[in-house]
């Protein structure tokens, strides 16, 4: 997708109706499916937020951008994610959050960044955190700059995103899963999945309704 043709659709993207947990359902596994809206609300979880940052690359054709977690001993070692963690005391709200840990993460400034608007919230049960997600967009292309977190950077094509054939399952095995089916979206040779799939699945909903 050309980067004005995106820039062009921002009103739309801003007024449209969130396609909200039936979008997310979509890209979830199992083991999400167990938990009600109700049954989230009495675990209260911790809070922490996401940005999803598209700008143009060099042939200005739209991306967004992903990351490979750093290996650690922790329930989302090497996973595929966006930028962002959990809200700091110094934080003045869930969008501050996301700002805050892109600028920390892979180096964008938060001025540079112009929030589109806010999507659903998505659970993740194993680690009982409830993320508000963001969608960003930069006019430039970036120039990142990664810290300790982050293994590497995944930028993504939006048209690899709407791309149906992108879309796959996959047998997986964790610390909290064994031998279960996942739906996952397969990126830049990457598997995506868990509240990363989720929340794109409702990105490419927006997008494509």
Known sequence: MI?????NQ???LQSKPLGGLPSQLKLAPKLRMQFSEESIKNKNPKQAAVLALFYPDENNQTRFLLTERASYNGTHSAQISFPGGKIDRTDKNVQATALRETFEEVGVLSED???????????????????????????????????????????????DLLNDNNLTSIEMETSYMKNIE??????????????TAMILSEIKDLLKS
């Open 3 to 7: 980067f004005s043709d995106f820039t």
């Open 182 to 195: 996942v739906p996952c979206f397969k990126l830049n040779g990457y598997i995506v999945w868990g509240a």
């Open 113 to 159: 960044i112009k929030i589109i608007r806010q999507l659903s919230e998505s659970y993740i049960p194993p680690s009982n955190f409830l993320v508000a997600s963001f969608i960003g967009l930069s006019q430039n292309n970036p120039v990142f700059k990664t810290n300790s977190e982050v293994a590497n950077l995944i930028e993504v094509l939006v048209s």
């Open 10 to 12: 921002i009103n739309e």
